[in-house]
């Protein structure tokens, strides 16, 4: 004989079991209108998965999607700066290599900041789903997650353009 804690003992706890069940609300609408035109969008996104109950299953989930996309970001962002770093590496040296540090102190800090982020959202999505809710602490890491990865995303963003218009000029006016 199996003594569970999980399993319902009576007939109304069975009933209470698969209303709870069925009534499991998907996250996913939240996520997708929350990448619409981020940081605005997400806010609302945020309020409204607050507002029906969904915030514990929609902070892990837009933190895994966040670090795959931020991850994407760092991929386009070292691709994009190669064929500008062989132009000018003829024409400018030492401006050259201190810029392009600062950009990749930048994209280390953003995959850690990814990885921290895809593994704990994995982490505590598998947690709220058990648990069906998530600690305030847990709430408020994944809420600094969310918002370190946009604040370095949106620094990086700005540095490579940066670079990329200056390598431009250094080239024009060699």
Known sequence: MN???????TIEDLDKLINQKSSVKPVWPYVVGGLI??????????????KRGLLYLFLPTINIVNSLLSLLLIALSTSSLNPVLILTSEFTEGSVQSQTFQIKIMIG???????????SGIVFRNKAKKENQLNKSIVILLLFILAAQYFVDYFI???????????IQNIGGF
């Open 109 to 119: 800090f953003a995959i850690l900041l990814a990885t921290l982020g895809f593994v």
């Open 3 to 9: 003594n569970n804690i999980d399993q319902p003992k």
């Open 157 to 167: 963003i700005l540095a490579v353009n940066k670079f990329i218009y200056q390598s």
């Open 37 to 50: 035109f981020p940081p605005f969008s997400l806010i609302i996104a945020l309020y409204l998965a607050w």
